[in-house]
């Protein structure tokens, strides 16, 4: 008998099928950040990275150009399971030789080359503006500026980023989800807390007073709760963010690494799950800040991951991957976090859910402390190996990683 045989077998004393749980994790689509090749530096006006995160580390063969940055994308895609869509930051737009790209004045045609990319490899994309690492953002400030142009250069910048969302979606036939998320914050304790977020306010509705397709555009706003350099005062809270997605019919995304250290996304998403349609996830591992670690699989991925299964809600959550490692290879670092998200989802998958729940409801805590515990060493690797196999995906990928590193990246 194989492996997996066995491991099915193991499963099935549980009341878990396999089979239906690598048929489930087929169809999920994680959304796969184009941000971890590059540090976060795009193409166009290659400022360092500010407004309150950073990249750290130095390791060779960052991406410098498109051809460069798509040839990894592909490098790591191809040791992904599953399906994908890319998720782009608008500073990737591509120019002409020479052309200088205001973010104001951004147009599908400076994403004509990504399209083409996606739908050579029949994938959707996401997109994001990019509200940082610019000469425009004034004292850190954007959407909630008090500077009246700096606000509608930004304004226009969210407007372009719709129409380039509908553009995406009408060419690949795939939604697009656009999210929102802007660093605006002070460093120290301000004296208007009100002022900046009525700003940010006027500006989202502002930005979204253009029309787009809502079967084709989903709208997302990201929260945070502070940003290095911003430390005191962040605009786009917790709280903001939340009460404005629901005001305006849009989609709340958390963020796992924009939250205070012991509060977790993990107990928010039956919450938001309950008042919304949809909800948006950035996945992440911060260690003691937001510092977008690589995601392991750890105790709050696999938490999170249960949330959506459990609430049969794998169709209603859109989760996409951000973070950015610089010091290790970066076709590693994405394809490392990418499939402990779904390595999560499967671990997730293999629960007997309904059963873990029915002991809840009974109050019989210690046999759901006990069965809960037995399934963290059950073969979920055989069934993952499995799901691999099915997939035509190898199941070691630092090989490949480090033939890639030496034959491409050491040149670069
Ligand atoms: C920043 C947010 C945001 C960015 C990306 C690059 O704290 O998490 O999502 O990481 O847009
Ligand atoms: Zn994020």
């Given at each position: 008998?194989s ?11 549980y ?18 950040h184009?941000?971890?090749g ?56 591509i ?10 004045k ?10 083409e990319?996606a ?7 996401d ?30 910048h ?10 995406f ?22 004296a208007?807390?009100?002022?900046p ?10 930005i ?6 809502k ?8 929260s945070?709760?502070?940003g ?15 009460s ?8 709340p ?66 989760i ?5 490692d610089?010091s ?11 499939r402990?998200?779904q ?44 799901f ?12 490949e ?12």
């Amino acid at each position: 008998m194989s492996r997996y045989e066995t491991a099915k077998e193991i499963y099935a004393k549980y009341g878990v099928d396999t089979e239906k749980a690598i048929e489930k994790l087929k169809d999920v689509t994680i959304s796969i950040h184009c941000w971890q090749g590059d540090d976060v530096i795009g193409f166009d006006n290659r400022e360092s990275l500010s407004g309150g995160i950073q990249t750290t580390g130095n390791y060779l063969g960052k991406a410098n150009t498109p051809e460069e940055l798509m040839a990894d994308i592909d490098k790591a895609f191809s040791l992904i399971p599953g399906k994908k869509k890319l998720n782009l930051h608008a500073c990737y737009a591509i120019g002409e030789p020479g052309e200088k790209i205001e973010r104001n004045k951004i147009e599908p045609k400076h994403f004509k080359k990504w399209v083409e990319f996606a739908k050579e490899r029949n994938i959707g994309i996401d997109f994001n503006p990019t509200f940082f690492a610019h000469p425009k953002v004034k004292d850190n400030l954007t959407l909630s500026s008090p500077d009246e142009d700096t606000r509608n250069y930004w304004i226009e910048h969210g407007k372009a980023c719709i129409r380039i969302s509908e553009y995406f979606a009408n060419e690949t036939g795939i939604p697009c989800v656009m999210n929102i998320w802007i660093p605006d914050g002070y460093k120290d304790i301000p004296a208007d807390r009100m002022g900046p977020r009525a700003r940010f306010k006027d500006s989202l509705d502002k930005i979204l007073s253009e029309p787009y397709d809502k079967k084709k555009v989903y709208v997302t706003l990201e929260s945070k709760v502070f940003g290095i350099g911003l430390e005191s005062y962040t605009v786009g809270s917790g709280e903001f963010c939340l009460s404005y997605s629901n005001y305006k019919g849009i989609t709340p995304l958390m963020d796992n690494g924009h939250y205070h250290p012991t509060e977790v996304v993990s107990d928010k998403i039956s919450a938001l799950l309950l008042f919304n349609e949809n909800i948006a996830l950035h996945v992440t591992r911060p260690v003691r800040w937001d510092s977008d670690h690589v995601v392991l699989f750890d105790d709050e991925t696999r938490e999170i991951a249960k949330e959506i299964v459990r609430n049969d809600a794998l169709d209603r959550v859109f989760i996409a991957t951000d973070y950015f490692d610089a010091s290790i290879n970066r076709i590693s670092a994405w394809v490392t976090g990418v499939r402990n998200v779904q390595k999560a989802l499967l671990f997730a998958l293999l629960e007997p859910n309904k059963k873990l729940k029915e002991l809840q409801e009974q109050n019989r805590l210690t046999e759901l402390m006990v069965i809960s515990e037995d399934l963290k060493t059950a073969p979920m690797g055989d069934v993952w190996d499995e799901f691999l196999k099915r997939e035509n995906t190898k199941d070691n990928y630092i090989d490949e990683v480090l033939k890639y590193e030496k034959e491409v990246l050491v040149n670069r």
